[in-house]
């Protein structure tokens, strides 16, 4: 009896831990593939340290957009952004858009950045970045 | 021998005393105070005759956007402070009894008192308006000759004249249309109201974005320092590496005449082939020169220092061997990342019958504070703006906190 008890709390026991595991992999290969999108396409101007640049570029510490809504700060990569207020601040040079990258490389990238630079945001999948791109197409 | 020693220990005490309450790092026999302090955006400034220190803000301090300087006791610290203006900005200039200062539109002047105040402060007369303001290379940096003109830079708005600014893949725009109202120095008369594009020349095109430029009484000649294109590297990772574009192109000082083009933004100078080499954007591959008709630079600087003012030192202050040469601002690069940051120092450029004599030279270094920068933003100031006083003193203004040093030599 107290081997069946065994084996059933190793069997299911461990299946949420599997999941988990099988789970923080598959974010952590996101989050690293993005930090090398990020590094080619986003570090020049917000900086490694996510810092930005005085005037120039935002931060994306703790970034209003980029810890917010989902389609908005996709929205931002793939058509830009210009001569918005964030957070009491303009920034003069324009962020291009980044609609060549793919759609997994976009949701890698912004998985990385809505969890580092002290932001605490969920991650994107390349689904969501299909969607809305394919909304903006409609539009 | 005691004596000797006692008076050299006494000096360097001194010299680190004075030293101390700032972090700069100056030539032996210079030294540097804090004239003053918290002025916040502090960008470029300008010295009265009789000494009053005028600073421009690009942002407003309690509603002004121009700040009085005055050291009443002659202890080279400001003990009075006051404000006038309601416009932020970047460019300041003094000519014929006027205190002319620009916003990213605008340019007004206020007439002077013969003690170097403005008489009325709450009346400028607009001279020119109209310019172009697209927030990229916004502002408007001005300066004057002695033959009543005024000389005021619109920059570029734009990286490289791409149809998609500074996106990948974009290709440039030939002809650059930016160039009609943009990217050169424009010329006007000092002393004429309301000017706009109509009244004024264009004196030089092909120039991305000057915010240091100065009238070479010696030469009667202009001289501009550019902020070279951004971005070599992430817009053309098949061409440059990390490294190369951290340090090309080249940001330049050119000696100026009218009618000239500095070739932005089909070329760009890359000091260490020295040669104008075609833009990527319009088919160069870092190898093939382009810009026949374009003018040379006179120096040739390492890429993104950011030179944000210009100043031909005149005085008779500092040793002979700074005489009619250049001073230049380097606010500090933020495009050379993932590569270490550099800038953030005063650099001099000695000038010899009119011409860069020698090698560039670092004159005050360390505004930022910290060695190996990676970002602008841990800076703790950054050089933005120089003036000379009328006793030969160096002003610099740092447009992070605000704070104006004032650099000084005694024999």
């Known amino acids: 009896m107290k081997f069946c008890m065994l084996i059933t709390v190793i069997f299911f026991g461990a299946l949420p831990f599997a999941a988990l595991a099988q789970d923080t992999q598959d974010v952590k290969t996101a989050v690293e593939r993005g930090k090398l999108i990020f590094e080619q396409n986003c570090l020049a101007c917000h900086q490694a340290d996510g810092s930005g640049v005085p005037h120039l570029a935002p931060p994306l510490i703790k970034g209003t957009f980029v810890g917010g809504d989902k389609e908005k700060v996709i929205g931002i990569v793939l058509h830009g952004l210009e001569n918005v207020e964030i957070k009491g601040e303009y920034y003069a040079n324009p962020m291009p858009s980044f609609d060549y990258l793919s759609d997994q490389e976009i949701a890698d990238v912004l998985s990385f950045v809505r969890t580092s630079f002290s932001n605490e945001a969920s991650e994107i999948t390349s689904e969501e970045v299909t969607k809305a791109r394919a909304d903006t197409k409609t539009k | ?157 734009s990286n490289a004249c791409q149809e998609r600014d500074r996106t990948k893949g974009s290709p440039g725009m030939k002809p650059c249309p930016i160039l009609d109202s943009a990217g050169g120095i424009w010329q006007f008369n000092a002393a004429k109201r309301n000017q706009s594009y109509g009244d004024g020349k264009r004196y030089v095109t092909g120039l991305r974005n000057v915010v240091g430029l100065d009238w070479n009484e010696e030469l009667n000649q202009l001289f501009v320092t550019q902020h070279g294109r951004d971005q070599l590297f992430q817009l053309f990772p098949d ?168 650099i000084t030599y005694t024999k």
């Open chain 2, 1 to 157: 021998m005691i004596i000797l020693a006692a008076s050299a220990a006494l000096l360097w005490g001194f010299h680190k005393e004075t030293s101390e309450g700032t972090s700069l790092r100056l030539p032996s026999g210079f030294s540097a105070e804090v004239f003053a302090d918290g002025l916040g955006e502090a960008r470029h400034l300008v010295v009265s005759p009789q000494g009053n220190v005028f600073v421009k803000l690009g942002k407003l301090k309690d509603g002004k956007g121009i700040i009085l300087l005055q050291d009443v006791n002659r202890d080279g610290k400001a003990e009075k402070e006051s404000g006038f203006g309601t416009f932020e900005g970047t460019g300041i200039a003094i000519g014929n009894d006027y205190l002319y200062a620009s916003s990213d539109e605008q340019v007004y002047r206020y007439a002077l008192d013969g003690k170097g105040n403005v008489k009325d402060p709450d009346s400028p007369e607009l001279i020119v308006t109209g310019l172009i303001n697209r927030h990229q290379h916004a502002a408007k940096a001005i300066t004057l000759d002695t033959r009543g003109h005024l000389y005021v830079n619109i920059g570029a708005y």
């Open chain 2, 239 to 406: 061409l440059y590496d990390a490294k190369q574009s951290a340090e090309l192109p080249s940001e330049t000082l050119y000696a100026v005449k009218e009618g000239d083009d500095c070739g932005w933004p089909y070329i760009y100078y890359d000091h260490i082939q020295k040669k104008k080499i075609l833009a990527p954007e319009y088919g160069g591959d870092g190898k093939k020169t382009g810009g026949e008709k374009a003018i040379d630079p006179a120096v040739g600087f390492p890429g993104h220092l950011a030179p944000n003012a210009l100043l031909f030192y005149t005085g008779k202050m500092f040793p002979a061997k700074y005489r009619n040469g250049a001073f230049i601002a380097f606010h500090g690069s933020w495009n050379r990342a993932p590569e270490i940051q550099k800038g953030y120092f005063v650099a001099f450029v000695p000038f010899k019958n009119g011409k860069p004599a020698g090698e560039w030279e670092v004159f005050a270094d360390n505004f930022a504070g910290k060695e190996n920068l990676k970002s602008p933003g841990e800076a703790e100031h950054r050089p933005c703006g120089l003036a000379q006083g009328p006793d030969g003193a160096l002003y610099v203004a740092d447009d992070v906190k605000g704070t104006i040093y004032k």
